[in-house]
């Protein structure tokens, strides 16, 4: 059964910092795309961060500067380091593993950021 695991949400006040990590198991080909989402009320799910198998990076404009997304490719795991924070970046992230075959979603994280 595959599973992935979202850490590291939590309220922090604007100009500040939070790491979010995603853990995936029960995946058992290669992951070729982990990326994050995010998904404010009232709003549209729309993409943060994406990171390929060759360390190719996309980034949302609107965090461009501020967020790095890195990957563990042998242990199934992807971060997102928010810099910089910003109350318009409260939402709840989620984590995505793209296979061949299989699309992969995380349950979500929240993240609240204060003014």
């Known amino acids: 059964q595959v599973q992935l695991v979202e850490s590291g949400g939590g309220l922090v006040q604007a100009g500040g910092s939070l790491r979010l990590s995603c853990v995936a198991s029960?995946?058992?080909?290669?992951?070729?795309?982990m990326g994050w989402y995010r998904q404010a009320p009232g709003k549209q799910r729309e993409l943060v961060a994406t990171i390929t198998s060759g360390v190719s990076t996309n980034y949302a404009d609107s965090v461009k500067g501020r967020f790095t997304i890195s990957r563990d490719t042998a242990k199934n795991t992807v971060h997102l380091q928010m810099n910089n924070l910003k109350p318009e970046d409260t939402a709840v992230y989620y984590c995505r593993m793209t296979t061949a075959l299989y699309d992969y979603w995380g349950r979500g994280t929240q993240v609240t950021v204060s003014s």
């Open positions: 029960g995946i058992r080909s290669s992951i070729n795309v």
